[in-house]
């Protein structure tokens, strides 16, 4: 994206730094911090890139350990110490009813269907139809049973620690961050390029025409604004109602772009009277030209650094989405999604999941942001 | 403003001035509860209010319990659970094969003084009751417990008819069906014969609420959310919504001796022991607070600011081990009562959707496949913690007419259910899922509660149509659209819960009868063999003739698959060292009024 | 002067009308039914029918949105639909609790992060800057979920420092016992960005030529920093302490629900869970207006602050 741009920038017009993404790039070299930052993150896309493909994590639902395995280090747990067990142990005591109200109707057709079982003719659990109730498919299954015979699948192993745990489903946990990240950057960056576009796309529109349209978008900024940000979550959510990850990417891109409008239409309302736009004026360039072609590769660091913010912003976002419900759907992990299956965790001493999610999203937010502090400064010098 | 001061300084007075009436009044009894026996209880979601017609959460219903009094109540201990009287004289006298009910007030029961009885004890008639039932069918309150009494009793429904025509419920018009035998004697005239009236007068939208404080406090509405006045042994005293609730010991409020028979139960008899020939209510005041996240309400229990609370699902396994309490914490005294909740969870698929619905042969092998590939154990130990038994049939442990002995015929079994499916000529296509047997793709829509429980079941759902290459979508709804979509007969599977009203098998059994599809039959069904069977339960009393049909009943829903019955969840309220006697009842909301606990050492 | 307040004040009716529509749309139009909650679960047609004309919404989208601008006119949105309670006390008892938690925080939020700006703006450049802005960059790079989480497990329960959660009945006890730890997590969250965010004003004023010209004369560092740096500097502040205040108010509604603080936050959450229209308008709109009114004031503490704006 990086030399994109810087190439899309260049040939556009000679007037005011051409160099701009050049030299930003060299003062980025130089930072250490900043390059430190860059690898982390490049680390985080390169593992988004393989669990996209498939290379990594592709199996990261299979019920590879016991539930809440714990990480190795710790050693194996008693299914009791684990709190889950009972789900292949016999079946709870059912409370007696004091009063048996049945009949001795009742009580005869359970004494010939427990002497037919004994005697090997029914019983068991093949259909009964004591009660007189016509089985439409009694033929089928009691052939499917006969063919299928009594032995059972066994049980697959599952493994009893795991380097970092597994989660209550005996997901192993360093896998489900893996795939989390996936999810979540993604959502993070994909929402970031929506707001920014449309941010963008209004501020330019309103900075450019100014008049009625700058009156038209600075009116949907300030009604966009002044409703309180998780009021407008929940109503885009509740419209879109469809469950997906695109829901969650149009709910924080449609929310997000108030920041990015207010700072590209300034900018454009700076820019549209410099010369090197009367020059193009001057040759008959269309209003889209000179907004898109002309002005747009001057102020493009702004939309990327406010991009770069919003990706961070999002990320954390998306925590908070799942809290109230509007998560990525079933079958997807996410950083969010295993923040609140492990809100009770931490409580109940299984602390694995919310660390390895939290430390994840802690590394790869951190570091973004170093290197977006890192861009912006480079970017825009005279902060420094 | 200083005509609000002038207007709460008159109310103070007034207030006053009752006061001062009541104590100058002989006693009836020496008040027993003791204002230092304070209990500290916790509500898991907000209250809505405590207008008895009105309330319709859990936890609203728990303090219009302790304000408000039925005619009828639940014996404490027995199980299951017992109807016992309780401003009733005794239990009604059915009549004329169930169509009649005479029932006797007993004398002498007075309202919690309040101005809008302007200075006068009012005592408690059977009027009171007939005024409380008319509202549940006033249109203008809309109340959401009607059902206690629409097509019921002679002459009420027509009377309520009238009003949604005029736009406006005459209180004063008689109803044939309520007949008033004099101020304490009250005769109900049933359409259809009914044997659930008694449970249905112990529920506590019928509850007795005097039309004075209706007149007076009502809003736009005609609710009285905000101003509960009752006969009950608790009064309001102080309420901060959704916050904390503190209900005071009604000086006023007759009170009763500690009698009630232990079953073979060890922990029954240890109950018996510690509280026989106890005047009640014991407790002076009970401090509610609401606390809706799992681990602030944990963190406080083990802190002890609170005495008693409600173990959820998320957190068994911190006080349980095996449905037993951890050993570390019953030797710091803490107690546990587990009772099974009179509740089932089912899932079901929609009979109306063209997909999964309909009676032919190969949409009945489809829901038995699916029925047969779920495995409710799984679901326990991971959606639960273990907290839940898987049902035989729709009705759960401790309802009348539930029999133990009941076996399904769906067991889980995933090898049959992918036979099963190959059988009917659902093949599996290229990418491993299967089609229908027109070879059109097949995709089932799984809907759920946008929260964490119903993420989890989704994720279990998921699992199980896996396991038969069945495509699934999730589909995570608020609850409000989820509803309505729900009772449209829109959704095409869900699993759904459902909580006794009142401990009878019918009060399940309902769930799945034809004419009942857009109330509570959310799977749609409508199979005649069902509803034949249902309609015959119905004219029948508890006994073993109804027993066979509900075994006839849970047969056929096993053989045509609307639905998978699943499992019933447990209870599990712990009790700080300090709480005496308490044991969780199955329909009852609040107990406080029968157990006693320590002073406060402070 | 009061003029200006007018004009500013009728510039807003165009916005507070768009924000009304746009309410009214969302939830009117495409949100939850009601009335299949307040039927409770033995419900029927004919029931839903009668509840939904109860509360008026069979009528047409004209006639609500009709009746909705009557009530934001009147300031009377009438009752709770699920509680019956009006909504004016509704707004006025759940303000308190979320007031007595903000107010502390934001006053410390800003005090706090204004001094470390201006600590790290006159280091800047050096290690212990950077250190800083790394530290502050950590921490904001962890979710509220697990601030709440880890602090009050640890903090509360397991070193006892605070109370697990609650809320009481006085407002001494609330400040200095319930809302201490929210207080502490809510400054865990926002110092670092303030911290950031401040820096950079400094930083802009630092290298402005007043600057220069103060250095020149001789004035000392800190008298720099501390009397022009930060007197200029305090425009933006404002502006964002400011702006950021009513949108704080429903923010706020995590820390609300795990402490069982009746505050705002939580009421809005159970509003939409329950379809509780009035509620949710109701507050919407005011926090949208109280939005508005902030901006408003801030622009008026410009002026008081630098008599060089001019309010046009």
Same mark, same amino acid.
């Given at each position: 994206m990086n030399t994109q741009t810087s190439a899309n920038a260049q040939p556009a017009h000679a007037h005011s730094s051409p160099g701009l993404w050049i030299m930003a790039w060299r003062r980025l070299r130089s930072d250490r911090l900043a390059m430190a930052a860059l690898a982390v993150v490049a680390l985080f896309l390169v593992t988004l890139l393989l669990s996209a493909l498939g290379l990594v994590a592709k199996h990261w639902d299979a019920e590879v350990g016991v539930n809440y395995a714990p990480p190795t280090f710790m050693g194996a747990q008693s299914a009791e110490e684990r709190g889950v067990e009972g789900m292949h142990a016999a079946e709870a005591p059912v409370p007696d009813n004091p009063r048996d109200p049945l009949g001795p109707v009742l009580k005869q057709l359970r004494a010939e269907r427990d002497a037919a079982a004994a005697a090997g003719t029914g019983g068991g659990d093949a259909p009964l139809d004591y009660y007189g109730i016509v089985d439409p498919l009694a033929k089928e299954i009691a052939e499917l049973r006969s063919t299928l015979g009594k032995d059972k699948a066994a049980a697959p192993v599952r493994r009893a620690t795991l380097p970092f745990g597994a989660d209550k489903w005996g997901h192993d946990i360093i896998l489900k961050t893996i795939k989390g990240s996936e999810t979540s950057i993604t959502v993070g960056l994909a929402a970031a390029l929506l707001a920014t576009v449309l941010g963008t796309l209004f501020g330019a529109l309103a900075g450019y025409y100014g008049k009625w349209t700058d009156d038209f978008f600075n009116w949907f900024y300030s009604v966009f604004t002044s409703i309180p940000y998780l009021l407008l979550i929940l109503a885009v959510a509740a419209v879109l109602q469809q469950k997906g990850v695109l829901t969650i990417v149009l709910i924080l891109g449609l929310t997000g772009w108030t920041g990015v409008f207010r700072l590209v239409r300034a900018e454009y309302i700076k820019h549209k009277n410099r010369e090197y736009v009367m020059a193009a004026d001057a040759i008959g360039a269309s209003d889209m030209r000179k907004m898109f072609v002309h002005i747009f590769p001057n102020i493009s660091h702004i939309s990327f650094v406010q991009m770069s913010i919003l990706t961070v912003a999002f990320i954390k976002s998306e925590v908070i989405l799942s809290f109230l419900g509007f998560g990525v759907p079933v079958g997807v992990a996410s950083w969010g999604s295993m923040l609140n299956e492990a809100q009770n965790e931490l409580i109940l001493g299984k602390w694995w999941q919310l660390t390895a999610a939290s430390v994840a999203m802690a590394v790869l937010v951190t570091a973004f942001s170093l290197f977006t502090d890192a861009l912006r400064d480079a970017l825009d010098p005279k902060l420094k | 403003m200083s005509c609000r001061l002038f207007f709460r300084l008159c109310r103070a007075l007034s207030l006053c001035l009752t006061l001062l009436c009541l104590c100058v009044w002989p006693l009836q009894q020496a008040q027993a509860a003791d204002p230092e026996k304070i209990l500290h209880?916790?509500?898991?979601?907000?209250?809505?209010?405590?207008?008895?017609?009105?309330?319709?959460?859990?936890?609203?219903?728990?303090?219009?319990?302790?304000? /408000?009094?039925?005619?009828?109540?639940?014996?404490?201990? $027995?199980?299951? $659970?017992?109807?016992?009287?309780?401003?009733?004289?005794?239990? @009604?006298?059915?009549?004329?094969?169930?169509?009649?009910?005479?029932?006797?007030?007993?004398?002498?029961?007075?309202?919690?003084?309040?101005?809008?009885?302007?200075?006068?004890?009012?005592?408690?008639?059977?009027?009171?009751?007939?005024?409380?039932?008319?509202?549940?069918?006033?249109?203008?309150?809309?109340?959401?417990?009607?059902?206690? /009494?629409?097509?019921?009793?002679?002459? /009420?429904?027509?009377?309520?008819?009238?009003?949604? #025509?005029?736009?406006? &419920?005459?209180?004063? $018009?008689?109803?044939?069906?309520? %007949?008033?035998?004099?101020?304490?004697?009250?005769?109900?005239?049933?359409?259809?014969?009914?044997?659930?009236?008694?449970?249905?007068?112990?529920?506590?939208?019928?509850?007795?609420?005097?039309?004075?404080?209706?007149?007076?406090?009502?809003?736009?509405? *005609?609710?009285?959310? *905000?101003?509960?006045?009752?006969?009950?042994?608790?009064?309001?005293?102080?309420?901060?919504?959704?916050?904390?609730?503190?209900?005071?010991?009604? @000086?006023?409020?007759?009170?009763?001796?500690?009698? &009630?028979?232990?079953?073979?139960?060890? %922990?029954?008899?240890?109950?018996?022991?510690?509280?026989?020939?106890?005047?009640?209510?014991?407790?002076?005041?009970?401090?509610?607070?609401?606390?809706?996240?799992?681990?602030?309400?944990?963190?406080?229990?083990?802190?002890?600011?609170?005495?008693?609370?409600?173990?959820?699902? !998320?957190?068994?396994?911190?006080?349980?081990?095996?449905?037993?309490?951890?050993?570390?914490?019953?030797?710091?005294?803490?107690?546990?009562?587990?009772?099974?909740?009179? %509740?089932?969870?089912?899932?079901?698929?929609?009979?109306?959707?063209?997909?999964?619905?309909?009676?032919?042969?190969?949409?009945?092998?489809?829901?038995?496949?699916?029925?047969?590939?779920?495995?409710?154990?799984?679901?326990?130990?991971?959606?639960?913690?273990?907290?839940?038994?898987?049902?035989?049939? @729709?009705?759960?442990?401790?309802?009348?007419?539930?029999?133990?002995?009941?076996?399904?015929?769906?067991?889980?079994?995933?090898?049959?259910?992918?036979?099963?499916?190959?059988? &009917?000529?659902?093949?599996?296509?290229?990418?491993?899922?299967?089609?229908?047997?027109? *070879?059109k793709p097949l995709t089932i829509t799984y809907s759920a509660r946008a929260d964490s429980n119903?993420?989890?079941?989704?994720?279990?759902?998921?699992?199980?149509?896996?396991?038969?290459?069945?495509?699934?979508?999730?589909?995570?709804?608020?609850?409000?659209?989820?509803?309505?979509? %729900? #009772?449209?007969?829109?959704?095409?599977?869900?699993?759904?819960?459902?909580?006794?009203?009142?401990?009878?098998?019918?009060?399940?059994?309902?769930? &799945?009868? *034809?004419?009942?599809?857009?109330?509570?039959?959310?799977?749609?069904?409508?199979? !005649?063999?069902?509803?034949?069977?249902?309609?015959?339960?119905?004219?029948?009393?508890?006994?073993?003739?109804?027993?066979?049909?509900?075994?006839?009943?849970?047969?056929?829903?096993?053989v045509y698959a609307p639905i998978r019955v699943g499992y019933a969840r447990y209870r599990n309220m712990l009790a700080q060292p300090n709480v005496i006697g308490y044991k969780k009842h199955p329909i009852l909301h609040c107990e406080w009024l029968y157990f006693d606990m320590k002073k406060e050492k402070k | 002067m009061a003029a200006y307040i007018l004009r500013r004040l009728w510039q807003m009716l165009p916005t507070l009308l768009g924000v009304v529509v746009l309410v009214f749309l969302l939830f009117n139009w495409v949100g939850g039914d009601p009335a299949y909650i307040l039927a409770g679960k033995m419900s029927n047609p004919a029931q839903i029918a009668n509840i939904r004309k109860q509360l008026g919404i069979d009528e047409s989208y004209w006639v609500q949105l009709w009746i909705f601008v009557k009530q934001i006119v009147t300031m009377d949105f009438g009752a709770s639909w699920s509680t019956g309670e009006t909504i004016s006390h509704v707004l006025s008892t759940r303000l308190g609790p979320s007031l007595t938690v903000l107010v502390p925080l934001t006053i410390l939020e800003t005090l706090i992060s204004i001094g470390l700006a201006l600590g790290v703006a006159y280091v800047r450049g050096s290690l212990t800057d950077r250190m800083v802005m790394i530290a502050c960059t950590v921490g904001m790079s962890i979710s509220i979920l697990v601030y709440i989480i880890v602090f009050q497990y640890v903090l509360a329960y397991k070193f006892g420092w605070f109370p697990v959660q609650g809320w009481g009945d006085s407002f001494s006890e609330n400040l200095f016992h319930y809302a201490l730890l929210p207080i502490l997590i809510g400054l865990t969250v926002s110092i670092a960005p303030s911290l950031r965010l401040f820096r950079t004003f400094f930083l802009d004023e630092i290298s402005q030529d007043y600057v220069r010209t103060a250095r020149a004369k001789g004035l000392s560092e800190p008298r720099i920093l501390w009397v022009h740096v930060l007197r200029n500097a305090a425009i933006p502040v404002v502006t964002y302490v400011m702006s950021n205040l009513p949108a704080l108010l429903i923010g706020a509604f995590l820390i609300e629900r795990f402490f069982s603080i009746p505050g705002i936050g939580r009421e809005i959450i159970l509003a939409v869970e329950r379809s509780d229209f009035p509620v949710i308008k109701a507050i919407t709109v005011y926090v949208a207006a109280a939005t508005m009114l902030f901006n408003l004031l801030a622009d008026l503490l410009y002026k008081a602050i630098d008599p060089r704006v001019q309010l046009k």
């Open positions: - | 209880a916790v509500f898991v979601a907000p209250e809505n209010g405590f207008d008895p017609a009105i309330s319709r959460d859990l936890y609203s219903a728990q303090v219009v319990q302790s304000i /408000f009094e039925t005619l009828y109540t639940y014996d404490y201990l $027995a199980r299951p $659970a017992k109807l016992a009287p309780q401003t009733a004289e005794a239990l @009604p006298e059915i009549t004329d094969g169930g169509k009649t009910y005479t029932i006797h007030l007993k004398k002498g029961i007075y309202f919690y003084p309040d101005p809008a009885f302007g200075g006068k004890r009012r005592e408690l008639t059977m009027a009171d009751y007939v005024y409380s039932f008319k509202r549940l069918l006033d249109p203008k309150l809309a109340s959401p417990h009607s059902w206690l /009494f629409e097509g019921k009793v002679v002459g /009420f429904d027509e009377l309520a008819a009238q009003a949604k #025509k005029t736009g406006h &419920f005459d209180y004063n $018009a008689p109803v044939a069906g309520f %007949e008033l035998l004099d101020r304490y004697t009250l005769r109900v005239h049933l359409k259809h014969p009914d044997f659930n009236l008694g449970m249905i007068l112990a529920h506590e939208p019928t509850s007795a609420v005097a039309h004075e404080v209706v007149e007076k406090y009502r809003d736009v509405a *005609g609710q009285v959310m *905000g101003h509960p006045v009752g006969t009950g042994a608790y009064y309001l005293a102080e309420w901060v919504r959704g916050s904390r609730i503190v209900l005071d010991a009604n @000086p006023g409020y007759r009170g009763f001796t500690w009698n &009630f028979q232990a079953g073979s139960d060890p %922990e029954d008899q240890a109950i018996v022991a510690a509280m026989k020939g106890k005047r009640m209510p014991q407790i002076g005041r009970v401090d509610i607070r609401v606390m809706v996240e799992d681990q602030s309400r944990w963190l406080s229990f083990i802190d002890k600011q609170v005495d008693l609370v409600e173990l959820q699902g !998320p957190l068994a396994p911190k006080a349980l081990i095996n449905g037993k309490l951890r050993p570390e914490l019953a030797a710091q005294g803490i107690q546990l009562s587990r009772i099974i909740d009179p %509740e089932i969870s089912y899932n079901y698929w929609n009979m109306q959707d063209p997909v999964v619905g309909g009676l032919t042969k190969e949409k009945i092998a489809l829901r038995r496949a699916i029925a047969l590939a779920y495995n409710p154990q799984e679901e326990i130990a991971i959606v639960w913690n273990g907290e839940a038994v898987p049902l035989e049939y @729709p009705i759960p442990p401790g309802i009348v007419g539930y029999d133990p002995d009941y076996r399904s015929s769906v067991h889980y079994n995933p090898r049959l259910a992918n036979a099963l499916l190959d059988q &009917f000529g659902y093949k599996k296509g290229a990418d491993g899922y299967r089609t229908l047997p027109d *070879g119903g993420r989890q079941q989704s994720e279990i759902w998921k699992k199980v149509y896996n396991s038969l290459g069945i495509r699934m979508k999730d589909n995570m709804m608020p609850f409000p659209d989820l509803l309505k979509a %729900e #009772k449209q007969c829109e959704l095409m599977s869900r699993n759904s819960p459902w909580i006794a009203d009142y401990p009878d098998a019918d009060n399940f059994m309902q769930l &799945f009868y *034809g004419p009942n599809t857009h109330q509570n039959n959310n799977g749609c069904s409508q199979i !005649p063999e069902y509803d034949a069977l249902y309609a015959a339960s119905q004219k029948l009393p508890d006994s073993p003739e109804r027993n066979l049909l509900y075994h006839k009943m849970a047969r056929v829903l096993e | -």
